[in-house]
C-alpha cells in the first residue's frame, strides 16, 4: 500500500457553544488539516507516472474548501456544525473531498502544535473507494 499526505494550513476562528470553559468563547487557531491518501498501485504512463495521486491535483480539489470554509472563516459560520471541534472539522473535510471523488483514507486536524484529532472512516484500507476525481 503507498500512501502520501498532503498538509493544509489555515488561519480559522471558532467556538465550541456547549464546553465548559474558555473555548465556548469565539477564538482561533493556526490550524492545519492532513489529509491521507493511499492506494495499492501507481499510476502507469501518463503526466502521473509514478505517482499514487499528484499532489497538485490533491491541493487543487481542496482549494474550494479552503478559500469558501476553512482558511480565515468562523467554522461555526461557514461549517454549519452545531460544534466545530478538531474531531467533526476532520469528518466535514473527509466528507467535502468524498463530493469531489477524492476518497481519503483519513484527515488529521490540528488545531494546536499538541492537539490533534484523526477521522479514519474505513478500517479495513480495500475497503477505501478506488474511484478519485483523477480517474474519472
Avoid at 499532489?55 to 480565515?72: I, Q, S
Avoid at 461549517?79 to 478538531?86: D, G, H, I, K, Y
Wanted: proline share 7%.
Amino acid at each position: 500500500m503507498f500512501r502520501i499526505e498532503k498538509d493544509l494550513p489555515f488561519e480559522a476562528a471558532h467556538r465550541l457553544p456547549h464546553h465548559d470553559g474558555k473555548c465556548a468563547r469565539l477564538h482561533g487557531h493556526s490550524w492545519k488539516a492532513t489529509m491521507i491518501y493511499t492506494g495499492p498501485h501507481l499510476h502507469d504512463g501518463g503526466p502521473q507516472d509514478g505517482m499514487l495521486y499528484d499532489f497538485g491535483r490533491l491541493k487543487e480539489a481542496a482549494r474550494d474548501l479552503l478559500d469558501n470554509y476553512l482558511d480565515h472563516h468562523d467554522l461555526n459560520a461557514t461549517t454549519l456544525l452545531p460544534s466545530p471541534t478538531s474531531e467533526a472539522l476532520a469528518k466535514f473535510i473527509w466528507e467535502y473531498m468524498a463530493t469531489k471523488r477524492v476518497f481519503l483514507a483519513a484527515v488529521v486536524v490540528q488545531e494546536t502544535c499538541t492537539a490533534r484529532a484523526r477521522y479514519e472512516p474505513f478500517s479495513d484500507p480495500a475497503s477505501i473507494p478506488t474511484k478519485a476525481s483523477h480517474d474519472a
